[in-house]
Nanobody, 127 residues
Framework: QVQLVESGGGLVQAGGSLKLSCTAS????????VSWFRQAPEKQREFVAG????????AYADSVKGRFTISRDNAKNTVYLHMSSLKAEDTAIYYC????????????????????WGRGTQVTVSP
């Protein structure tokens, strides 16, 4: 199994920035997609950004493209989500997740395909 722990959430004004961290342990997931999802109140959980550790293959949702950046630190076994130009619509609980099933490349990423999840970290953007 893989254990995932998110951190770095908080309150920020619109236009500001935050960096989220996802620290992983357990089963080697380096060849599989690691993604950030988010869920706002009364909305479905949605894909935000993802990457495959070994290849550096990266994908972003259209809603965050150009504003968010996903990256990794091998030594710390951590995946980051750098968020800039934040909007009120970005307010949500942000989750880190890994999947060991399906294609070993990023395409259409679906919540139900992911096997392991962190507990999430709250991001609140004030207008």
């Amino acid at each position: 199994q893989v254990q995932l722990v998110e951190s770095g959430g908080g309150l920020v004004q619109a236009g500001g920035s935050l960096k989220l961290s996802c620290t992983a342990s357990g089963r080697d997931f380096s060849g599989f997609p690691v993604s950030w999802f988010r869920q706002a109140p009364e909305k479905q959980r949605e894909f935000v950004a993802g990457m495959i550790w070994t290849s550096g293959n990266i994908a972003y949702a259209d809603s965050v493209k150009g504003r968010f950046t996903i990256s990794r630190d091998n030594a710390k076994n951590t995946v980051y989500l750098h968020m800039s130009s934040l909007k009120a619509e970005d307010t949500a609980i942000y989750y880190c997740a890994v999947r060991f099933t399906g294609n070993r490349y990023l395409g259409e990423e679906h919540v139900l395909d992911y096997d392991h999840w962190g507990r999430g970290t709250q991001v609140t953007v004030s207008p």
